[in-house]
């Protein structure tokens, strides 16, 4: 059983032999091979020293070093694979972090669901309108959004099309950050509308004035420029869902002696697909990539302790990273709970808030939404219940945008229900907009907690 299993009995493939939940049914299997076959042979998208690099930082987070801000659209699509929205992605992700970094008082590190963010978990296989019923839609890595037959087909080229996108985000996103966009001397670089008119853009502009200020001491003193002021790492992140797509990016590096998924710096699972006899668990379990999984209401003890077992079994720090997501309502019964499940086992991990998908709801019309007071009390209780347990919260995991999208209500606008028809562009759960955004980030600034503590 894999619970005993060790990493010698284990290759990408692997994971065929166990259930694999939320995968796609393609109707010829012969494409899904040729399709594979290409994935395989085209380089990588991420390199395994930005993984290590990514891993040593995950660690230093765990030990309260540094806090990790991981962000961006439930699930990307390829329609909006443009400059304008990668760009004002970027913007909202380094503001953010420039806010939080003042606040905290430590580095932030950034981690967008970016690049590679297309495959979504359905509660449904199928999907039924007007008493016609279709697969339901699994992302543009799969298939496509309209209601036709046609369109919910999966179709294996679309893993292509997928890995290309991905790549072209990551390159631009690495152009830019190298190129001096993301230089902390030129935060102007990254306004967005909301800083001219918001209730909020006061206190921004303090904070960058403040950090301006103070690169400028600092820089005076010692008579030369702040060269890590002046790039930031930029990492990214996807739910590894697809595992065909996955396996086909999975490389054995000889010079390392281990096997990395190079599709994405950061892979998650969800609590969906955490079976511990399941398919993700087996194939999550042999990369050498740091990894997340997602905890919920659902999750008992005996069942995140085997997990954190199997995926760490030597207690590698930054390998494991747990996204709790119990929603406002619930996170005070299992948070200490599960803090005291992984503290009994003696594991190592980063513990992030994903306030988001406990948080969702339907309005009284039907409109999937999240409130933002809930967002922000359980993102305030899971700091002061790491706290008062001797833990630490360690980063935070958000669906934003850099648009002035109208997804979820409240914030400093006050949005109503009413307000979300004016600009809801989401295909799967509403985000917070940049406004929205910037205020979680002025809250987490607001909490900076005892140093650092020992990892739970
Ligand atoms: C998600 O992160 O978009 C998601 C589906 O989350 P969860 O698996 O936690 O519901
Ligand atoms: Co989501």
Redesign the pocket.
Known sequence: MSRTSSKVDWHPATWQSRNATQQPLYPDPSAVEATLGKLSRLPPIVTSWEVENLKTLVGAAQRGEVFVLQGGD??ENFEECTSENIVQKLKILLQMSLVMWHGLKKPIVRVG?MGG?YA??RSADTETRDGITLPSYRGDLVNRNAFTAEDRVPDPELMLRGYERAALTLNFVRALVDGGFADLHHPENWDLDWVQHSPLAREYHEIVRSISDSLDFMESISGRPMHHSRRVDFFSSH?GLHLPYEQAQTRFLAHRQRWYNLSTHWP?M????ANIDGAHIEYFRGIANPVSV?V?TGMDDEWLQALVHILNPQNEPGRLTL?H?FGAKHIEEHLPRVIRAVRAVGANVLWIC?P???NTESTADGVKTRRFDNVLSELEASFRIHEAHGSHLGGV?L?LTGDNVTECTGGARGLQDSDLTRAYKSQ??PRLNYEQAMEVAMRIAGHRQRGSSSGA
């Open positions: 439930c699930a669901r963010q979504k978990p739910e998650w969800g609590m969906r697909t997602k919920g996204i997501r994903d988001m998908h406990g995991h669906e799967v759960d």
